[in-house]
């Protein structure tokens, strides 16, 4: 088989593509495999937001359950790429932007969940579906139950039952409903690159580290407020002209 995860570059936007449609982009060891090497590329400096999005029809269909049932190790299991690939879609630096045009399933929202935002065609459905072949949506309830009350989820996980998109998004799970995912994707994007650098990557780990200490906060707006980026932003502002890092990627 071919390459089925595909990585390209672009004025600091990292697009990294699932596209294995003869198995409807399941975790395959291949696939898993290769989106490690896509993340890594993610997370060079030169990159401040990442799309991952998927090959029609589907999202991720979950586990590669042939390569299961055949006695190959586990993609999910805690220490491989899959685990590996859900912190770092939530811990890199970039702002991580799932952009979904199709159903997925299991193990594929966990991806989907681990990214910053999340852009859902408002068709889209969804489906936790691993009680029913006998196994639990471990490895993928931390980026889930990161995003999402317990109780929202309890049908989902218990049950493996079909939700639609407005669920998904009245749960927590997923940020933006939508007909049109690629225009929603890339006015996300320009707004992330419309920020300062720093600010948006430390605006990211505000958000992902839980409840902030008011004096960590205190501290950390007094630093940015001290910061170059700052200065610049703040004499842009002044001058009525874009930011420096606005210019440079094209704003």
Known sequence: MGEVVHCTVDAGVC????????????LSRQLVGELAVALARAEEPDVRAVVLTHTAPVFCAGADLKERASGAPD?????????????RLGGMRAVTIAAVDGPVRAGGIGLMAACDLVVVNESVSFALTEVRIGVAP??????????????????????GEQFDAHAARDMGLITHVTDDVAGTVARLVAGVLAGAPNAVAAAKKVLRQGQPEMQEMIELSAALFDSDEAAEGMRAFAEKRPPSWAAQEGA
């Open 15 to 26: 697009t990294i593509t699932l596209d294995s449609p003869s198995n409807r982009n399941a």
């Open 75 to 87: 993609a999910q299991s805690a220490g491989n790429p899959m685990a590996d690939a859900i912190e």
């Open 138 to 159: 471990a490895i993928i309830s931390v980026p889930i139950l990161a995003r999402c009350g317990w109780s929202k989820l309890a049908a989902p996980f218990l049950t």
